[in-house]
Structures are given as C-alpha cells and as structure tokens.
C-alpha cells in the first residue's frame, strides 16, 4: 500500500518508518534539511531505534518537500504535523492539520486521512462537518521523546477514532507493522480517541504531581521522602514506577495535553483538572523559594533539556524556575551542551563545565547526571532515585 | 511466640488468625458477644473465605474479656482500636488507642507493642516521648473489610516503622502471618510508616476521583465514557484496575487518611492533594442535574448494605435531589420474606439510583441510574 506520512517531528517520522517496514511510504515536510537528512539515512531528531533504522536503508521510505509526490496514488495519508498549545486560546493550534487536509483533498480527494497530531476533544467530528470531508479519522499516538519508534513497535494499545471497516484497516496497519503479536486494539467513536490521549497524559500528569505535592509536603515537614516513596510505592495500587521526583511535569506533551483538557472541561464542573494544571505552577514556586533560602550568589542551571536522553527545550520544568529565580533578582548561569546561542533567555549559556560549575554557588537540576558527582555538596535536585 | 492482640475490630481478628497458625495468639476487647464468637470457631468477619481456612489450619487462639489476663507472658502486642473522626473539624480521637496502649506498656514493659490502626502523621513518635519507650511501633495494614483476612494471608508487602533491630525483630514475627513467600519487608521512621498509610489512600482517592471526573466529563459531553476508560488504561503506567467511576467516595478510610494529611500538612503549597480531599461537590451537582431531567415523581436510593452514612456520598446526593424539590425513598436491603420490600421499591420509584448494579436490579435495569460501568451485562 501506498502511504504518505505529512509531518517529520517525532510522530511522523517514527510512524513512517514503522509503516515502511511493509508499505511505500512517501513522507514529506516543509524542512528541506530534515528531507534531505531522512533520504541520506541520518535522524533529525536524537532517537537509537529511528536511527538504527534509517542507517539499514531496508525500508520503503523516501522523504520529499512536493506534495503532489507524497499525496497522488496515496490510500492513506497520516497527518502528524506540530499542534501547539495556545495559552491564548486556549486550545491547540489545529492550522497545520487543516492545510494539509486542503492539500490532499485538491491532489488525491479518496485518501484516507489519518490525525495522529494530538487535537482538542470533538475536534474531527466538527472538522469533518464543517469541511464536509468523511474522509478523516483520528488515532491517537503514544510514543514517549526520545522512544518514539520503540513506542511504535512495542505498543501497549492502538486506538482508531472511528467504528468500521477502514478503522479496523488503519488499526490493522499499525498492528501489522508492530513487533509484538498480542497487542490490544481498540476501535471508539472519534471524541472518545481523542479524549484517551488527553484523559492518559493527564493521568499521567496528576501522577507525576502526586509524587512532586508528596516531595513538596516531606521536604517541609522533615519527612525523608525516599523511605516514603519506596513504602507507598510497595503498594501495588500505586506501583512502583514513574514516582521520582522532580521540578515539575513538562516536555511536549503532559503540559499542553493537561491544558487543552482542562479547556475542554469548560463548563463541565470538575475540580481535580483544575488542580492538576495549578499543581505544576505551585511545585516550582516552592523549589524556586527553597532555592532562594540557600541564598546563592549565582546559581547554575544544570540542563535545560527536560530528561536525559532528550535534544530539545520544550516546556521543561527548568525554565520556569529560571524566570522565576530571574524575577527574584538571582544571576544565572546555563550549562546546555546542546544550545547553540551563547545565551538562552538573556542568560549566558556555558558549554565547558569546569567553568559553568566553578562560577556557581548553587548548581540546580532536574536529573542528577555522573558528571554532577564531583560537585554533589553544590547541587540542588529533587531526583531521589537517579532516574527518569 | 505469646502474642497478645487488642481489639475486635476485622483487623485485629484478621491479624489474630492469620498469626495463630505459628503463634499463640490471644485476643482481648470489652465486646462479650464478639469473645464468645472467636471462642466457638464463628468469627465475625465478612470475609467468606474464613470457615474454610479454619477448618484447614490448626490455630492457637482464645479470646478473653480480660485485658490484663491477656497480655501477662505476651512477648508482642498488637493494637488496633476504632478511631473516632470529628465530621466538623477532621481531628481523630486517639483516646481509646492510647489507653490500650498505655495499659500494655505498664502490664508488659519492654515488650514490643505494635500500633495497627492508620493514626495521625506523629502519633506513634508523640507515644515514645510520652511514655518513654522505644518498644512502640507502627505498623500499617491494608486491609479491605470484605476480604480482610485473604489479604492478610496474601500480603505482598510490609512495612515497619522501626529503622533498627526492633523494627526487623517485630517484622519478621508479622511476615509469618503471610501464607505465601517472597513479602517485600521495608523498614521506615515511625512518621514516615504513618504518612505511607494516608499517601496510599490519597493515591486511591486521587484515582476514584480522576476516573469520576472523566466520566462526568464523558457524561455532560454525551460520550461513552468505558471507551474512554478502557483506552486510557491500556498504558501500563496507568493501569486497568480501580477505574469503575461511582457517585464519589465514601467510607470512614479514605476521608480520615485525608483529613490527616491535611491536618498534618495545611499551609503547604499543594493543589492535588487538598482537592482529592473533598472531589465529591462537583460530581454530585453534575449527576443531580443529570438525574433531575427525566423530571422523576418519585426517586429511590438503593443502599442494600444498610442505613446511608452522613458520609456516604449517597447521603449527599439524596440532600440535594430534595433540596431540587425531588421526592426521594431509600432501599436499606430489610429483606421481608416474600422480597415484598424490594418488589415494592421498584415498583414506586421511577429512577433507581445505586452506586453499583447487583443482579436484583436486573429485572428493573431500565430505572437503574448508576455510574457503574463494568457491571454484570
């Protein structure tokens, strides 16, 4: 089958390598670099598997930056393009779904178009009326940063937004295209899909807050919360995962989907969602005023990025509290390797650590990291068990 | 082991049996019928399980009315008492607790005295100071009333909140009371051990409240809110279990362990745990309104275990259906001979509310307002 994959961020190039395994997939960006770097065997973005991948040249997979190339002869077209949240509106920003849309439909009007970017409850059933285009279903994607495609080829359900025959075809690609045979599949009406995306990230993120309000709460009343968390986490209603603490949920997804849901909670009375958006502003208040206590001189921003193994800035917790220790009057120091301005909101972006970790007083960060030993007594971090 | 345990409570009785297989146990509390009961074999426990482990285990228990005569030679002490929650200001009472505690420490001095009931963050280090002992401690138990005494034998973890040789020394006598190997024991500070308990229920309360708010969400939006759920909890990190949403919380457990925390930790900057504390307001005004627009003549509450508690969410629910100007009767499972009760029930009420759908409701299915999504078909 002929599949076009619009969109090569995370989403859409792991997808597009997934399906390639078995199909010709045709995927195209706006990016020439990007282009040309998926047609030379070389991943954009920092990912082992999608690397490993495009390095064996055995897949059908060719990138372009002409969409009469990706779309004609296309049976399907997976639409994975950036969906940001504006803090505006209130709600992601849905145009570049909708000017592919209006690219497939002038080149290739029988394409089967599949939303895998990550949209506002009821956004396709409306978008369809609205177009009047039947043509569109939407599938939500789970893939963490930096596992994009493992995520893809191990993952631990597949939902497609729409109750038929071709839902059952589109869950059948991606199932046929996984590497594990017992993967569960799941066929809903459309806001339903939708609304699993953002209903599980932000569960995810009332977790991640459970842990960081329980973290806030020991600090402040000298409970150690390691004992703590190793205790409750014995429980196997809570579990014993994804509990370490940290500066605050963050990267591409948790906040913004956490965001967008509360939006659409509108007038639907709820209280927990609300709590769960304010809880992440509160968690970095407090470390900003612990930090503070320690009155530091100039304190060093260890990592902007937000977990290891991760090559980009998005939403990390850390640059709140920048803006905050900013607003306090504290000088900053960044050590980011991968920054490539010598400044990252006004503040100098040092690449040597010696030198980063000689001019701070008071080292903050998120993820403790082996090069952060020798300097352990400055170091201010909430991760109690050296992980993600 | 002499073991002595006080109280008559399912946890203590619970305790009393699933440790008389290796130890000889005696029970002690003021309640002659429940003494009497423990004495003939028929012990008072829901937990259906029970005469088959009795009758398959032999067990070294008797129980006394005589506390004293109880502890004399009792090399351990266990403790469990009711604690008695103020609805208005959230404080426990720990004044039965500390008697009991109070009475072993002088009766058997020296002697590890283990604390069960899930008390107040600093409880059991305000005890030591008190009484000048290191020997009391505190132990958790996460036992579910219906089936407390297959989790007792089940357990896969405990937790003792001694950090030193007596915290060891005490573990190692409450692991036997587990039927399987492999227990995961961890040591802790005594108000760490007390804060595992509360944080447990506030992760419970903070999950039965996500999963009531996604389906009020599912409700007011016309979704199909088991979709939704099934697809959410497919990620392994989430879970498929504790997901069937309901009216809102209710019991004694989970408002008590929230009512500590936040006695404990008011001030502290916190926004999800304060909210978990009391998730039911907005629930209960959203299925109001939903029940309220077929316009019902009559309303029934199906409660079939009993009276509704003040702190049952159903209680809330039938206030402000009547503050709406609804009729509302309630079902508490009185069960005449001929079922004319409940027959008669279904019959005069045009909605049936019932937090979750038992097979007598079968046959009236179409009057059933329930949230209950993982029901018998």
């Known amino acids: ?48 598997e999608i690397s490993e991948y495009l390095a064996k040249g055995t897949l059908s997979l060719r990138a372009t930056l002409d969409p009469q190339v990706a779309y004609k002869g296309a049976e399907v077209v997976i639409i994975a393009t950036p969906t940001n949240y504006d803090s505006e509106t209130h709600a992601f920003d849905t145009s570049s779904i909708e000017a592919v849309i209006e690219t497939v439909r002038g080149i290739n009007p029988k394409a089967l178009m599949v939303i895998k970017s990550t949209v506002p409850a009821g956004y396709t059933e409306k978008l369809r009326q609205r177009i009047g285009c039947d043509n569109i279903v939407f599938s939500p994607e789970f893939l963490r940063e930096g596992r994009a495609l493992y995520d893809n080829l191990h993952p631990s359900r597949i939902v497609v937004g729409e109750v038929s025959d071709r839902g059952a075809m589109v869950a059948g690609l991606l199932r046929e295209a996984a590497l594990d045979d017992d993967v569960p599949v799941l066929l809903t009406d459309s806001t339903e899909a939708e609304a699993i995306k953002l209903f599980a990230n932000t569960y995810l993120a009332m977790r991640v807050s459970f842990f960081n309000e329980l973290d806030t709460i020991a600090m402040a009343s000298h409970i150690d919360p390691r004992e703590l968390i190793e205790g409750l986490c014995l429980d196997p209603n809570v579990g014993d995962h994804y509990n370490n603490p940290s500066f605050g949920y963050g990267g591409y997804c948790l906040p913004k989907d956490s965001k967008q849901l509360l939006a659409n909670f509108a007038n639907v009375p709820q209280e927990l969602m609300c709590a769960i958006v304010d809880a992440n502003d509160a968690r970095k208040q407090f470390l900003t005023e612990e930090i503070l206590k320690r009155r530091p001189k100039t304190v060093g921003v260890h990592r902007l990025v937000m977990k290891a193994g991760s090559d980009n800035f998005r939403e990390s917790a850390v640059q709140d509290i920048i803006t905050k220790l900013d607003a306090a009057g504290v000088e900053l120091i960044i050590y980011e390797p991968s920054c490539t301005t010598p400044s990252f909101k006004g503040h100098r972006v040092e690449t040597d650590f010696q030198k980063f970790s000689d001019k701070a007083d008071l080292i903050i960060a998120n993820r403790l990291t082996p090069d952060l030993a020798d300097v352990a007594d400055k170091v201010f971090t909430r991760d109690l068990f050296k992980a993600n | 082991m002499r073991i002595a345990i006080i109280g008559l409570g399912y946890v203590a009785i619970s305790d009393a049996l699933a440790l008389a297989r290796t130890h000889d146990v005696v029970i002690t509390g003021p309640v002659p019928n429940r003494v009497d009961a423990v004495n003939a074999g028929s012990f008072p426990l829901l937990d259906p399980s029970v005469a088959d482990y009795v009758a398959n285990n032999p067990l070294s228990l008797r129980a006394t009315l005589n506390t004293a005569e109880a502890l004399d030679g009792a090399e351990l002490v266990l403790i469990s008492a009711p604690l008695a929650m103020d609805v208005d200001n959230g404080s426990t009472s720990t004044t039965e607790l500390e008697s009991r505690i109070e009475m072993a420490h002088h009766r058997c001095p020296g002697v590890p005295i283990v604390v069960r009931s899930a008390v107040p963050i600093g409880f059991t280090n305000r005890m030591r100071t008190e009484l000048n002992s290191r020997a009391i401690l505190y132990s958790p138990e996460f036992l579910r009333e219906a089936q407390s005494l297959q989790d007792a034998l089940a357990m896969s973890f405990l937790i003792v909140g001694d950090r030193g040789d007596l915290g060891s020394k005490v573990g190692a006598v409450m692991l036997s009371a587990a039927q399987r190997p492999g227990v995961k024991m961890r040591l802790m500070g005594a108000s760490e051990a007390e804060s595992v308990k509360h944080f447990s229920q506030a992760y419970l309360a903070a999950r039965v409240a996500y999963f009531n708010e996604l389906d009020s969400y599912a409700l007011a939006k016309g979704l199909n809110s088991r979709q939704v759920i099934d697809g959410v909890c497919l990620d392994p990190r989430i879970g498929t279990y504790a997901n069937n949403p309901c009216f809102g919380y209710g019991g004694q457990r989970m408002p008590r362990s929230m009512n500590h925390l936040n006695n404990a930790f008011g001030g502290i900057p916190a926004h999800v745990l304060p909210t978990v504390t009391h998730p039911n307001r907005s629930r209960i005004a959203l299925l109001v309104s939903k029940i309220m627009e077929s316009a019902p003549r009559q309303i029934g509450i199906y409660s079939p275990n009993g009276k509704v508690s003040a702190r049952d969410p159903l209680s809330a629910l039938r206030a402000r259906l009547i503050a709406q100007g609804a009729t509302v009767c309630t079902y508490t499972g009185r069960k005449s001979k001929d079922g004319s009760e409940l027959a008669q029930f279904k019959t005069d009420c045009d909605v049936i509310l019932a937090q979750r759908i038992t097979p007598e409701l079968m046959d009236c299915r179409a009057k059933v307002f329930s949230r209950d999504l993982y029901a018998l078909a």
């Open chain 1, 1 to 48: 089958m002929k599949i076009a994959v619009a969109g090569l961020g995370y989403v859409g190039l792991s997808n597009a390598i997934l399906l390639a395994r078995h199909n010709t997939v045709c995927a195209i960006d706006i990016t020439a670099e990007r282009v040309e770097m998926v047609n030379a065997g070389i991943s954009p973005i920092v990912d082992t």
